[in-house]
């Protein structure tokens, strides 16, 4: 087994953890890091166990392009950045985007990062629907 230090992920909180891994790289386990200057060893049940996702048979591997039919197929990341690009060229159209265009942010990221985003948003695509997914 070996040990990966990282940081948990489940919220903005930024925890010390060691990630447990066996050598077909199967997360066995999460450990705290007991010296983290956050976490100072204590970690809340989702980063004690919020692993199980990672290996998870419902978890998309690649971007997904919904059809004209409305069924998806399996895209490249390059083809999906340039459909999101194109999606937004054509939203962009005037002074104030709010009904074309909406952002969402999340609850793992740091208010720092959240705040990046709102910005994002407002500065660069000009638009006021900005939501918060912060229901863990």
Same mark, same amino acid.
């Given at each position: %087994?070996?040990? =990966?230090?990282? &940081? +948990? ?6 925890? /010390?953890?060691? @990630?447990? =891994?066996?050598? !077909? !790289? &199967? ?10 200057? @956050?976490?100072?060893?204590?970690? +809340?049940?989702? /980063? ?5 996702? @990672?290996? !998870? ?26 459909? @999101? ?6 939203? %962009? %159209? /005037? ?7 909406? =952002?969402?942010?999340?609850?793992? +990221? ?6 990046? %985003? ?11 629907? =900005? !939501?918060? +997914?912060?229901?863990?």
């Amino acid at each position: %087994m070996k040990r =990966v230090e990282t &940081t +948990c992920g489940y919220c903005g909180c930024g925890c /010390g953890i060691y @990630v447990n =891994v066996a050598d !077909d !790289d &199967t997360i066995l386990g999460i450990t705290p890091s007991y010296n983290h200057i @956050v976490s100072k060893g204590k970690l +809340c049940s989702k /980063g004690w166990h919020g692993y199980a996702f @990672v290996r !998870d048979s419902r978890r998309l591997t690649s971007p997904l392009i919904r059809q004209e039919d409305g069924t998806f197929r399996k895209a490249s990341w390059d083809e999906a950045l340039e459909r @999101v690009a194109e999606g937004l060229r054509g939203a %962009m %159209m /005037g002074e104030d985007n709010t009904d074309r265009i909406g =952002v969402i942010s999340s609850a793992r +990221c740091t208010n720092e990062e959240n705040y990046l %985003m709102a910005k994002l948003a407002r500065a660069g695509l000009k638009t006021s629907s =900005v !939501d918060h +997914c912060a229901r863990l």
